[in-house]
């Protein structure tokens, strides 16, 4: 049962600190306040959201007057400046990039504007939607605060070819006793490839958004039903353990520095055989332009304990309350989102580049099917992965590679150091998850009941 969001009140130094320490030496930032025509969007660096910078001027610009001044940041440090921003609402930024994590408490702490005049515009068609989305944008007071510009399960990339000549076949849905045997026999199958790539990077949307997924379908949790922590469990040390050991062996170059963006690189360029990450990384490998196009085949989720294991999320549009602007905003919040905005995008970019993932029509097109060789795969796990169920017990919170509470963000940041230490070779697994279970267990304490 999702826990009721208690008065969220933490201080915006400690909401950095839970993001990212790194990004928060000052709220730099939009500088469009004085500017009536101008808005300013905080965003991340994800391929998706730099060709919206790059089509901006020419389309949304050009049709409304209204001049969009992007900020973009890697996902670590825009976590912490969108943190920063909102919590202290300074209202330098109108627009940021929130997901179903952040959404929820952001919402119940009155950082948000609610953007019902936009679900209501017939022209955005809310209906059209995946009502997993919609659902997990509302706040709860039923208001809709966030809009998806794309979503995004997880699921196993592979290179077809190298495996075929190796004589290897991917199941559809593989284990992952499977792809890690795979792995150790591809690896090395062009000079310098190497099996798989994983997320090594510390953070909690960096490697424990992965981790967190293998550790559901290992049969482990963070906190079982009643919040006592999981973290140093026989399940959750195991799958830790399998992780490591398998991007210690056979994963990438500098693995305990890798994110999505490096894996990404990785997978484009040759360098892996397998990648294990966001379904929306599928649209930048079957680019017009990419080295790899047309040889990536594409597999559920790896499981182990359970019957699927891929994540659900989204990358979505949410308006500060503090915004004096908030008209504007509106605005290019039901551009960047609208299906309008996607048929911009394959006609400049192609098909294979849409930020889908959100809308039904998008999978229903025809013209999309053709260019995206993943779009069934992407939709079977989008509608397959199940947020209160994510595991093998029940759960206090909702969430499958999070925990939707907001302590989740420096909790799962704080493990994630010691993950990627050991990930490095430079400590244990043991030690890392024996603080991380000191240090889940304060968390769980708050929401045990008296």
Same mark, same amino acid.
């Given at each position: 049962?999702?826990?009721?969001?208690?008065?969220?009140?933490?201080?915006?130094?400690?909401?950095?600190?839970?993001?990212?320490?790194?990004?928060?030496?000052?709220?730099?930032?939009?500088?469009?306040?004085?500017?009536?025509?101008?808005?300013?969007?905080?965003?991340?660096?994800?391929?998706?959201?730099?060709?919206?910078?790059?089509?901006?001027?020419?389309?949304?610009?050009?049709?409304?007057?209204?001049?969009?001044?992007?900020?973009?940041?890697?996902?670590?440090?825009?976590?912490?400046?969108?943190?920063?921003?909102?919590?202290?609402?300074?209202?330098?930024?109108?627009?940021?990039?929130?997901?179903?994590?952040?959404?929820?408490?952001?919402?119940?702490?009155?950082?948000?504007?609610?953007?019902?005049?936009?679900?209501?515009?017939?022209?955005?068609?809310?209906?059209?939607?995946?009502?997993?989305?919609?659902?997990?944008?509302?706040?709860?007071?039923?208001?809709?605060?966030?809009?998806?510009?794309?979503?995004?399960?997880?699921?196993?990339?592979?290179?077809?070819?190298?495996?075929?000549?190796?004589?290897?076949?991917?199941?559809?849905?593989?284990?992952?006793?499977?792809?890690?045997?795979?792995?150790?026999?591809?690896?090395?199958?062009?000079?310098?490839?190497?099996?798989?790539?994983?997320?090594?990077?510390?953070?909690?949307?960096?490697?424990?958004?992965?981790?967190?997924?293998?550790?559901?379908?290992?049969?482990?949790?963070?906190?079982?039903?009643?919040?006592?922590?999981?973290?140093?469990?026989?399940?959750?040390?195991?799958?830790?353990?399998?992780?490591?050991?398998?991007?210690?062996?056979?994963?990438?170059?500098?693995?305990?520095?890798?994110?999505?963006?490096?894996?990404?690189?990785?997978?484009?360029?040759?360098?892996?055989?397998?990648?294990?990450?966001?379904? +929306?990384? @599928?649209? #930048?490998?079957?680019?017009?332009?990419?080295?790899?196009?047309? %040889?990536?085949?594409? =597999?559920?989720?790896? !499981?182990?304990?359970?019957?699927?294991?891929?994540?659900?999320?989204?990358?979505?549009?949410?308006?500060?309350?503090?915004?004096?602007?908030?008209?504007?905003?509106?605005?290019?919040?039901?551009?960047?989102?609208?299906?309008?905005?996607?048929?911009?995008?394959?006609?400049?970019?192609?098909?294979?580049?849409?930020?889908?993932?959100?809308?039904?029509?998008?999978?229903?097109?025809?013209?999309?099917?053709?260019?995206?060789?993943?779009?069934?795969?992407?939709?079977?796990?989008?509608?397959?992965?199940?947020?209160?169920?994510?595991?093998?017990?029940?759960?206090?919170?909702?969430?499958?590679?999070?925990?939707?509470?907001?302590?989740?963000?420096?909790?799962?940041?704080?493990?994630?150091?010691?993950? +990627?230490? @050991?990930? #490095?070779?430079?400590?244990?697994?043991?030690?890392?998850?024996? %603080?991380?279970?000191? =240090?889940?267990?304060? !968390?769980?304490?708050?929401?045990?009941?008296?």
């Amino acid at each position: 049962m999702r826990p009721k969001m208690r008065a969220v009140t933490l201080a915006a130094g400690a909401l950095c600190v839970a993001l990212s320490a790194s990004a928060c030496a000052g709220a730099g930032g939009g500088n469009s306040a004085g500017d009536p025509n101008s808005i300013s969007v905080l965003m991340v660096n994800n391929p998706q959201m730099e060709d919206l910078q790059r089509l901006t001027a020419e389309n949304f610009t050009k049709e409304t007057g209204i001049r969009v001044n992007y900020t973009i940041l890697p996902e670590n440090d825009v976590r912490a400046k969108i943190s920063q921003e909102f919590s202290s609402q300074a209202g330098q930024y109108d627009v940021a990039s929130l997901s179903n994590y952040e959404i929820p408490f952001y919402s119940a702490n009155g950082w948000l504007a609610p953007l019902d005049d936009v679900a209501k515009d017939p022209e955005f068609d809310q209906d059209d939607i995946l009502p997993a989305y919609t659902a997990s944008l509302t706040g709860e007071d039923g208001k809709l605060y966030g809009e998806p510009f794309y979503g995004e399960s997880s699921f196993l990339m592979y290179r077809k070819d190298i495996l075929e000549a190796k004589g290897l076949a991917m199941p559809a849905k593989p284990t992952w006793d499977e792809v890690a045997d795979i792995a150790a026999k591809v690896d090395g199958a062009e000079p310098g490839m190497k099996g798989i790539c994983l997320r090594g990077q510390p953070g909690w949307g960096q490697v424990f958004a992965p981790l967190t997924t293998v550790v559901n379908t290992f049969g482990g949790t963070w906190f079982d039903k009643d919040w006592n922590a999981q973290v140093n469990s026989p399940e959750f040390t195991e799958a830790v353990e399998f992780y490591t050991k398998l991007v210690r062996e056979h994963g990438e170059a500098g693995a305990a520095q890798a994110g999505f963006t490096e894996c990404l690189n990785n997978m484009s360029q040759g360098n892996v055989a397998m990648w294990y990450d966001a379904t +929306s990384a @599928a649209g #930048a490998l079957e680019a017009e332009d990419s080295p790899v196009k047309g %040889k990536i085949g594409y =597999a559920q989720a790896p !499981v182990k304990e359970t019957a699927s294991s891929g994540w659900l999320w989204t990358w979505s549009w949410a308006m500060q309350a503090a915004s004096k602007k908030q008209d504007a905003a509106e605005k290019f919040i039901a551009w960047a989102s609208s299906k309008d905005y996607e048929e911009l995008v394959a006609s400049e970019l192609g098909w294979a580049k849409v930020p889908s993932g959100k809308r039904i029509s998008t999978y229903e097109n025809a013209e999309f099917q053709k260019a995206a060789p993943f779009f069934e795969a992407e939709r079977f796990a989008i509608e397959n992965a199940d947020p209160k169920n994510p595991g093998a017990q029940e759960r206090p919170a909702v969430g499958i590679q999070f925990v939707g509470i907001p302590e989740f963000a420096a909790l799962g940041t704080n493990v994630s150091q010691g993950v +990627s230490s @050991a990930i #490095a070779g430079q400590g244990s697994v043991a030690d890392a998850l024996a %603080k991380g279970q000191e =240090a889940a267990q304060k !968390v769980g304490n708050k929401y045990k009941q008296p």
